[in-house]
């Protein structure tokens, strides 16, 4: 009801090496319907959030359009390579280093404080004799 709709296009795009089918042109970039969009290929600005991401200075490559179902009002979104994407917060030694100290503390039993050498069980964080300590004192309780 005098909805406005999009044609389908066949035609040439950044993100593939052969033509893919779109929704024609907008804004004079690719027009992708929500759902036809790559989703392993293209991110809208949130989407790259989501992931950690960040547009890096690149110029969108397609607009996503979608529908909002309560207000029937079309609305748009840019598109970005994630290929061209970059981390939101780059890798620098420091955070090595940290990360480093993270993955050591993860070892170290948070009952007894010792490192049994392997990595703890993320949930408990206890090397197996505390585990087993803890389930005991559990069963005791039941
Ligand atoms: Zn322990």
């Not at 044609?7 to 779109?22: I, L, R």
Request: with cysteine.
């Amino acid at each position: 009801m005098g909805a406005k709709t999009f044609p389908w296009v066949f035609t040439q795009v950044p993100w593939a090496a052969g033509p893919q089918w779109t929704r024609g042109v907008h804004d004079g970039l690719p027009l992708l319907s929500f759902g036809c969009a790559p989703r392993d290929k293209l991110a809208t600005y949130r989407q790259l959030r989501a992931m950690d991401l960040r547009p890096n200075g690149q110029d969108p490559v397609a607009v996503l359009y979608g529908r909002h179902n309560e207000s029937g009002k079309t609305w748009f979104a840019s598109l970005y390579l994630i290929a061209n994407a970059a981390p939101v917060r780059p890798m620098t030694p420091a955070k090595h280093t940290a990360l480093a100290k993270a993955n050591l503390a993860r070892r170290i039993c948070r009952s007894c404080g010792k490192d049994p050498l392997y990595v703890l069980p993320t949930s408990t964080r206890q090397c197996w004799k505390c585990f087993e300590d803890t389930e005991d004192q559990g069963q005791q309780a039941a």
